[in-house]
């Protein structure tokens, strides 16, 4: 059931408005939150050539690790108009807590806001990377907003339920945004909004959305569903609900949308669901490498 539609005559939040300045921040930037001097195709923190087809980070030459710890490995995917550098504090978290550089990948879209078809291919080929050079029959996924949909419209798309054994979603527009239904009716479509149409709030409305088909059965295949939201999310104005997932383990944090991926709280929360261990379990706590 989707999240809902805007009541015409509200006032939009101010925490709305600063989440679109920070969006178009960040797209010129080219997509990065912190400005970072990698492009967003740059293939050089990766063990094997992306041919320009996407960027990100991973592999044990990366973190500068030698182990192999033969984990599972996890996969981090950022959302809309952000990279592989939201992911690099979760792997400083992840080291010190055993795991090496072969358990620890981000990917970088080619796009700032790639369209739900484009994150399937590059995810596909990305992930399939991974298992490749690490050996793993399976990954763990952690996305974050606008990587979460992307997640679950890859899996489903390409029917890779066997690729992956964890899902975390963080922030996702799994039942649409009240938001994105606003900018599709105010023709706000290019650039930073080009994700509206999928992600509008009204979708159970539209015939054949590709929400809906997601959203048939919310957590298929023998894959483990977690998500995060969180209670000051202006991304979910008046739709809270929206990233939760039935038959998922679903957690509220007293947090905004980015918080829900850098909040201590949050980075516990994903620790645990993908490593199955507490991460203060003194048995699992090791120095970064240099």
Not at 8 to 13: E, F, M, T
Not at 270 to 290: A, E
Request: net charge negative; hydrophobic share 30%.
């Amino acid at each position: 059931m989707a999240a809902g539609t805007p009541t015409h005559g509200l006032s939009i939040p101010w925490t709305i408005l600063g989440s679109l300045r920070e969006l178009r921040e960040a797209k010129r930037q080219d997509g990065c939150a912190v400005d970072c001097e990698h492009d967003r195709t740059d293939d050089s923190r990766l063990p094997w050539s992306t041919d320009g087809e996407y960027g990100g980070w991973g592999g044990n030459e990366h973190h500068g690790t030698g182990d192999e710890s033969g984990g599972t490995p996890v996969v981090f995917v950022h959302g809309n108009q952000r990279d592989a550098c939201d992911w690099e504090p979760h792997a400083e978290f992840f080291l010190r807590r055993g795991y090496t550089g072969d358990d620890l990948w981000a990917i970088t879209f080619r796009e700032g806001t790639p369209t739900h078809e484009s994150m399937a291919e590059q995810l596909d080929e990305f992930v399939g990377r991974v298992r490749e050079h690490t050996g793993a029959e399976s990954v763990a996924v952690v996305g974050h907003s606008l990587g979460v949909t992307g997640l679950r419209y890859w899996l489903l798309s390409r029917d890779r339920f066997a690729w992956v054994d964890t899902l975390v979603g963080l922030a996702g527009a799994n039942h649409g945004t009240v938001l994105s239904t606003m900018c599709v009716d105010a023709g706000m479509s290019d650039g930073a909004y080009r994700s509206s149409e999928f992600l509008r709030a009204d979708y159970d409305e539209l015939h054949e959305h590709p929400l809906s088909v997601l959203n048939l059965n919310e957590t298929p295949g023998d894959v483990e569903y977690y998500t995060l939201r969180g209670t000051d999310d202006a991304l979910f104005w008046r739709c809270q609900d929206s990233p939760v997932l039935e038959g998922a383990t679903n957690v509220l944090l007293e947090t905004d949308h980015d918080g829900v991926r850098t909040d201590q709280k949050a980075m516990e929360h994903i620790y645990q669901w993908v490593s199955g261990v507490h991460p203060y379990n003194l048995q699992h706590q090791v120095s970064t490498p240099s």
